[in-house]
């Protein structure tokens, strides 16, 4: 197994510079212990590529992929030229994950301004979601969710453009998702952050566990291993492989891939602790299988 350093693709990771950028939530909007990690006072300060290095320092991150950063919503675009600069200078990052809204009245310019930059790949528009299980359905069909047609719109635009889509929701609204890779059988989709199975109970596992085997059925539908930090910064070894397993498992070594999720992991695991997790969950599947979950999926779903 592995005699050679492992290659590593980051399929998801963020960079700024405050000074170069308006972050809201980093700069005028902390949420404190009301982020799902808890407090993240640590985070408010630049990441660049240098302290980017720093956390990886060990490991042969050949390539990343740059996923938006909760910038400004007027900065969307100059988010992705600030990027172009990074990758120019340092060679990370490799390909760029942008914003936009399926709502906002500028949508297409907005993509064809993304589309400019020769590393965009992508968009990440996160859909309305309940605060938790039990406000689903009271949710449904009401603006920005998975259900308001202007948003699905604005979704279908990113195909026909080359771009594929960054899905972020909580393990309560997987069902739903699996719907829309359904319908847009001819996008390529991205599940971020395993799935985000927060409550690691039986009961809470069993619901993620329902959506995963949906997506799972949807070949558009790939998987990032990445972010199993748990509500105010816990992290469990246990249920972790547990996740990892049955993402493996359900998605097949050809539709996972290792995400880091720096510097956000960070308050609660070590990139060390995160590519150990992954390791542990596929290192019995074989060498192809490893260098595909940890470099080659990313390598071909994000074409770097």
């Known amino acids: 197994m592995q005699n050679k350093p492992l290659a590593i693709v980051d399929a998801h990771h963020h960079l700024w510079d405050l000074s170069k ?5 980093l700069q005028d909007e902390y949420m404190g212990d009301a982020f799902h990690l808890g407090s993240y006072k640590q985070l408010c300060q630049d990441y660049d590529h240098h ?3 720093g956390d990886t320092v060990g490991y042969q991150v050949v390539a990343s992929v740059h996923v938006e950063a909760e910038r400004s919503r ?18 990370l990052p490799s390909v760029v994950v ?10 297409s310019a907005t993509l064809k301004a993304h ?13 309305a979601t309940a605060k938790s299980v039990d406000r689903v359905a009271a949710m449904a069909g009401t603006s920005g969710t998975m259900q308001d047609q202007k948003w699905l719109d604005g979704l ?3 195909a026909p453009l080359g771009l594929s889509w960054d899905l972020r929701v909580p393990y309560w609204h997987l069902l739903e998702a699996a719907q829309i890779a359904r319908d847009f059988p ?36 790939h998987v990032k291993l990445s972010e199993l930090g748990l509500q105010g910064g816990g992290w469990d070894p246990a249920s972790n492989h547990r996740v990892l397993s049955d993402a493996i498992s359900l998605f097949g070594a050809q539709r996972v891939m290792f995400a880091s999720n720096l510097p956000v992991s960070t308050l ?18 074989g060498d192809q299988a490893v260098s595909d979950i940890f470099a080659n999926n990313a390598i071909r779903f994000y074409r770097i």
């Open 156 to 158: 279908a635009k990113l």
């Open 51 to 53: 302290a980017y290095r």
């Open 74 to 91: 007027l900065e969307q675009v100059q988010e992705t030229h600030w990027l172009a600069t990074q990758h120019a200078d340092y060679d």
């Open 268 to 285: 609660t695991a070590s990139f060390c602790q995160i590519v150990d997790g992954v390791m542990a969950a596929c290192g019995h599947l």
């Open 115 to 127: 589309c400019s930059s020769p590393l965009m790949r992508g968009i990440r528009c996160k859909p």
């Open 98 to 107: 942008g914003h936009v809204s399926f709502l906002q009245s500028d949508l």
């Open 21 to 25: 950028g308006h972050y809201p939530w």
């Open 186 to 221: 001819d996008l390529q989709i991205v599940l971020n952050h395993t799935g985000m199975p927060l409550d690691r109970s039986d009961a809470g596992l069993a619901i993620w566990q329902r959506g995963m085997t949906a997506l799972a059925k949807e070949p558009n539908v």
